[in-house]
């Protein structure tokens, strides 16, 4: 069974900070995308890495693929409470189109 | 464009109703999802469907059942609710190229 295994679950950080989120497994994807979700509302893609060491920037949103296809990370530089929400990355085998989850980073941006 | 569709927004039934929940994509997608989210769990596939007329197994299926309608609709019934069916379920379309994922708002469920 795949997993996906993101850290930290919680951070609380005050406006101005920066951060990092780690989501790592022992298996290799084909692609691996990261999602924000705000309360009540559904998960909204952010960005999709598919090649291995990929690099991709989004504004102050760093996101790397790992070499080895089987991690990734999120960096926010100067964080803003607008950032607060669940980061959730989810990797994918082109398996019928399924991702696997991972159970996600709940992000709180203090003013 | 509504994109991904879902209703109702919320639900309370008690143990052992049974319910439908109602999924529409207008993007001409394929694929289409159904996931439970419960806290510190992520999301969890319950059924999916690659195509009209083709249904599958995702992690959690028990005590769900699927019909995709058409290219549109893909709805999830749950035939006797159990307290441990109380989640926040999540339906999605993709893309076949790069399967990225359009989320419904989702429908809050609680079973008592």
């Known amino acids: 069974t795949q997993l996906l295994e993101q850290s930290p679950q919680f951070l609380s950080i005050q406006e101005g900070e920066n951060l990092t989120v780690y989501c790592n497994s022992s298996?290799?994807?084909?692609?691996l995308q990261w999602y924000r979700q705000e309360p009540g509302e559904g998960p909204v893609l952010l960005v999709t890495?598919?090649?291995?060491?990929e690099v991709k920037k989004l504004k102050r949103l760093t996101f790397q693929f790992g070499d080895a296809r089987k991690d990734s990370s999120l960096h926010i530089t100067a964080a803003q409470p607008g950032d607060t929400g669940l980061y959730l990355c989810?990797?994918?085998?082109?398996?019928?189109?399924?991702?696997?989850f991972g159970q996600g980073t709940e992000l709180s941006v203090k003013p | 464009n509504a994109g991904v569709t879902q209703t109702p927004k919320f639900q309370v039934l008690k143990t052992g109703q049974s319910m439908t929940l109602q999924c529409a994509q207008d993007?001409?997608?394929?694929?289409m999802y159904w996931y439970r989210q419960d806290p510190g769990m992520g999301l969890r596939l319950i059924y999916y469907s690659a195509s009209e007329g083709t249904t599958d197994k995702g992690e959690v299926p028990n005590g769900y059942n699927v019909s995709r309608l058409n290219k549109r609709e893909f709805s999830l019934r749950l035939e006797s609710a159990a307290p441990s069916q109380t989640s926040v379920y999540f339906c999605?379309?993709?893309?076949?190229?790069?399967?990225?994922?359009?989320f419904g708002p989702g429908t809050r469920l609680t079973v008592t």
């Open positions: 993007m001409n997608h394929n694929s």
């Open positions: 999605a379309s993709s893309e076949e190229e790069t399967y990225e994922q359009y």
């Open positions: 989810a990797g994918g085998n082109n398996q019928g189109g399924k991702l696997i």
């Open positions: 298996s290799v994807f084909s692609s």
């Open positions: 890495v598919v090649t291995g060491g």
